[in-house]
Nanobody, 113 residues
Framework: QVQLVESGGGLVQPGGSLRLSCVASENIYSHNVMAWYRQAPGKQRELVASIITGIADYYIDSVKGRFTISRDGASVYLQMTSLKPEDTAVYYC?????????WGQGTQVTVSS
């Protein structure tokens, strides 16, 4: 069982920046995907960005050029810049390990003036 713990969420004004962090209870194999999802009120959870070290990154179109995903051993990060009100959501960390997907508990990001 892999535990994931997110941090770094909060309230930020439009145009501001936040850096989300997610620490796993063990190193995630570099060839396994780690990702960030988000879920806004009344909407389905959506994939925001994913990374497999040394292979490829994925970004949803709405965050391209503004968000950057990175990883290091047991951690994955999401650097968010030029935040917009529509980025408001609970952000979840996700990791694949030994045939299973694991989720964190989520961290709230609110973009509002």
């Amino acid at each position: 069982q892999v535990q994931l713990v997110e941090s770094g969420g909060g309230l930020v004004q439009p145009g501001g920046s936040l850096r989300l962090s997610c620490v796993a209870s063990e190193n995630i194999y570099s060839h396994n995907v780690m990702a960030w999802y988000r879920q806004a009120p009344g909407k389905q959870r959506e994939l925001v960005a994913s990374i497999i070290t040394g292979i490829a990154d994925y970004y949803i179109d709405s965050v391209k050029g503004r968000f950057t995903i990175s990883r290091d051993g047991a951690s994955v990060y999401l650097q968010m810049t030029s935040l917009k009100p529509e980025d408001t959501a609970v952000y979840y960390c996700n990791a694949f390990q030994r045939g299973n997907y694991y989720w964190g508990q989520g961290t709230q990001v609110t973009v509002s003036s």
